[in-house]
């Protein structure tokens, strides 16, 4: 079974500063995908980014991107120029590359609290 | 478009209950997902549901179940409530199943409270 890890409960950022959040993850699939959510209190989980196994580039969505490393099994979150808007619990999550696979395996989350 | 609408946002329940709690996804997605989100266990999924068939099913006892209908909404029941059945249950809904790039997206969740 896959498995995800997200070792910083909470992380916290001084506004317009750079964060990087920790993700790793086990599987024995070549074909997988990986993405990151943030939820904020309104509870809504809202896609950040999403990195396909088979890709060797980081993803980069305006100030997200991703540092991959699919040999180490890695998968962390950079936020650019942190805005007091990022606030919010962080979740790392796994997808089956399997076709039709629809299941998410989260992380634990990582609550992000930026200071102005 | 509307995003994924769920109903209630907030039910209260006494033990040894049932619910009922309902989701209805985007326009002409075909899959709905369910999970469970609490404080102690974190995200976890508990079936999906696609064609009005459940495909795939998370670990969790038969109490919880749930059907999909024709136009795509989907139901999920829980049945003899108890304490820890208290949580927020997120429903994802996605165009196309069958291909590689289907994205997830989520309503905002109903929050049950079993007392």
């Known amino acids: 079974a896959q498995t995800v890890t997200q070792s910083q409960p909470e992380m916290s950022v001084q506004e317009a500063e750079t964060v990087t959040l920790s993700c790793t993850y086990d599987?024995?699939?070549?074909?997988?995908?990986l993405f990151w959510y943030k939820q904020p209190p309104s509870r809504q989980m809202i896609l950040v980014i999403r990195?396909?196994?088979?890709?060797?580039q980081n993803a980069t969505e305006n100030r997200f991107s991703v540092n991959f490393q699919k040999a180490a099994k890695s998968f962390s979150l950079k936020i650019s120029d942190s805005q007091l808007g990022d606030a919010a619990m962080y979740f790392c999550?796994?997808?089956?590359?399997?076709?039709?696979?629809?299941?998410?395996?989260f992380g634990q989350g990582t609550r992000l609290t930026i200071n102005p | 478009k509307a995003g994924v609408t769920q109903t209630p946002r907030y039910l209260i329940k006494t033990r040894g209950q049932q619910v009922t709690l309902s989701c209805s996804p985007i326009?002409?997605?075909?899959?709905v997902s369910w999970y469970q989100q609490t404080p102690g266990q974190g995200l976890q999924f508990l079936f999906e549901?696609?064609?009005?068939?459940?495909?795939n099913k998370g670990n969790f006892p038969g109490r919880f179940s749930g059907r999909q209908f024709s136009n795509s909404r989907s139901e999920m029941n829980v049945s003899t409530l108890e304490l820890g059945d208290s949580a927020l249950y997120l429903c994802?809904?996605?165009?196309?199943?069958?291909?590689?790039?289907?994205?997830?997206?989520f309503g905002q969740g109903t929050r049950l409270t079993v007392v």
């Open positions: 994802a809904s996605s165009l196309d199943p069958t291909g590689m790039n289907t994205e997830a997206f």
């Open positions: 999550a796994y997808r089956s590359g399997i076709q039709g696979a629809q299941k998410l395996v």
């Open positions: 599987t024995s699939e070549s074909d997988y995908y």
């Open positions: 549901y696609f064609s009005e068939t459940q495909r």
């Open positions: 990195q396909e196994a088979y890709k060797q």
């Open positions: 326009s002409g997605h075909r899959s």
